[in-house]
């Protein structure tokens, strides 16, 4: 509970992650009503009470189905396969509720026998039952199929619930009160299942598509709920032409629910396209094409943002400037396209002795800035020390790439670099002040034979 409330609270699918919670909660009403429905039913048939008209008996096997589902329900893991014992009873069930559902359509008036004496078994109840545990078996092998399931089986509860509501039935059959609060609570438990689903996870997302969703699904089904309840009430109309009205108002309140669920899923999805297309070009603004590395314009908003870290007390950070020693005479030599290989390479060189937190950004030309933060001066200099003696290494690392090229092609020269170093220091009124003492002190580096690392605080002594 504390951990997905923890993830719940934050994020556009903190709702999904919500809704998901609710699937125990839901599995264990389900399973209270079906056993309810159950006790009472065998406590008719103890007694020896025939099933009544004005009163719909559930068969006690709807019930045990009920209950089989919700303990599946209940212990559903998504990332566990169902066990085989689950899927055998499961398929067992489906196969009994598809029996009689074939019976209730071929024999819809097979009279009283020795199993409808203990209760009824109709149409509507089977068919209900053929969904729900379609859409349960199939879910971890046939995504698409498993959607058609629940949404046949989600709109045929609501069709039972809408004829409890208008005192009607479907299909030529009855359902118990109980027996319909049962399909419900499962039905919203395998909803809850499947909101990860694209087509689910819109209508539970926590921004304006998910919020315009919702409020359009739930004013598509009041609305003309209560709408059709009030002209099935009030209106003088036989039974039949009742029941063909309440199945008019379902179909109305899905058509209506479908066309609001599918119109969030496609803007959704627009929306992502947007989101993606939006990430790429923060991209391409703060990283180097060539590199892979930051660029100047994202070295600044990370060295601005531990700056902020820097000004509020949270720490200190680091900064190395980096300068490839003779690149020029390399470019000149051997061409630009060998001299971006070796820029190209740097990034790749520098990342493996940084942290996750850390960061590196070229510059400009063949200077890099790595900024490391929470850093002390000692352990700055160990960093940059061992970068240095990777790029040393450079040069013999590009030639063993190309060991299978012709030797007498391979460039021949030595890689090294010169590195200043500084950190942010409590009189600096910006990033810029550790920035010209990084410089500075690569300008000593240069000056004192190249290759080497000097911190600031050397020149300062």
């Known amino acids: 509970m504390s951990l997905i409330s923890a993830k719940a609270r934050t994020g556009r699918n903190r709702y999904v992650l919500l809704v998901q919670y609710w699937r125990k909660p839901l599995a264990v009403t389900g399973m209270i009503f079906a056993t309810w429905g159950m006790m009472l039913r065998v ?13 719909p008996q559930m068969h ?23 066990a085989r014992l689950r899927i055998a009873v499961s398929t067992m069930f489906l196969c009994i509720a598809l029996f009689h559902l074939l019976r209730g359509v071929l024999l819809p008036s097979s009279g009283v026998t020795a199993f409808s004496r203990f209760g009824s078994f109709e149409a509507d109840t089977a068919l ?14 046939h995504s698409r199929s498993s959607q058609l399931f629940l949404i046949a089986g989600v709109t045929l509860v609501l069709n039972a619930v809408v004829g409890q509501t ?13 027996t319909a609060l049962a399909l419900l609570a499962n039905t919203l438990a395998i909803v809850t299942i499947n909101a ?10 926590a921004d304006e598509i998910g919020l315009r969703t919702r409020l359009m699904l739930v004013a598509g089904v009041i609305v003309p709920w209560f709408a059709g309840g009030l002209l099935v009430r009030t209106i003088p109309m036989s039974e039949q032409h009742a029941q ?63 700056w902020e870290r820097f000004q509020a007390g949270k720490g200190t950070s680091g900064v190395i400037l ?8 390399i470019n000149d030599t051997y061409g630009h396209d060998e001299g971006d290989r070796i820029l190209s390479a740097i990034g790749d060189a520098i990342r493996p002795v940084l942290r996750r937190r850390d960061r590196v950004g070229r510059w400009g030309g063949e200077e890099f800035v790595i900024l490391l933060s929470d850093i002390e001066m000692v352990d700055l200099f160990t960093v940059a020390e061992r970068i240095r003696k990777r790029v040393q290494g450079l040069a013999e690392a590009l030639t ?56 600031h605080q050397d020149l300062a002594a």
Do not use: H
């Open 322 to 329: 980096l300068d490839l020693d003779n690149f020029k005479k």
């Open 60 to 82: 006690p096997l709807i019930y045990l189905a009920l209950i089989w589902m919700s303990i599946g329900l209940f212990r559903f893991r998504r990332s566990m396969p169902i």
């Open 400 to 455: 063993d790439q190309d060991a299978g090229a012709d030797t007498s092609e391979q460039p021949t020269y030595q890689t090294s670099a010169s590195f200043g170093i500084s950190r942010f220091q409590p009189g600096d009124k910006s990033v810029y002040d550790a920035l010209k003492r990084a410089d500075v002190a690569l300008y000593q580096a240069k000056s004192a034979g190249r290759n080497r690392v000097v911190l």
């Open 128 to 141: 209900i039952l053929v969904m729900l545990y379609g859409c349960n078996l199939t879910w971890a092998y």
């Open 43 to 55: 406590a008719d048939v103890i007694r020896g009470d025939e099933v009544r008209s004005n009163s």
């Open 196 to 205: 990860n689903r694209p087509q689910v996870r819109v209508v539970f997302l």
């Open 244 to 306: 063909m009205a309440s199945v008019g108002i379902a179909i109305v309140i899905w058509c209506i629910a479908a066309m609001t669920i599918y119109s969030g899923y496609l803007n959704n999805k627009s929306d992502g396209v947007r989101r993606v297309a939006e990430r790429r070009l923060r991209v391409l603004a703060t990283q180097d094409a060539l590199t892979g590395v930051l660029n100047r314009a994202g070295l600044m908003i990370e060295m601005n943002r531990n």
């Open 166 to 178: 208008y005192s009607l039935s479907f299909f030529g059959g009855q359902m118990s009160p109980l």
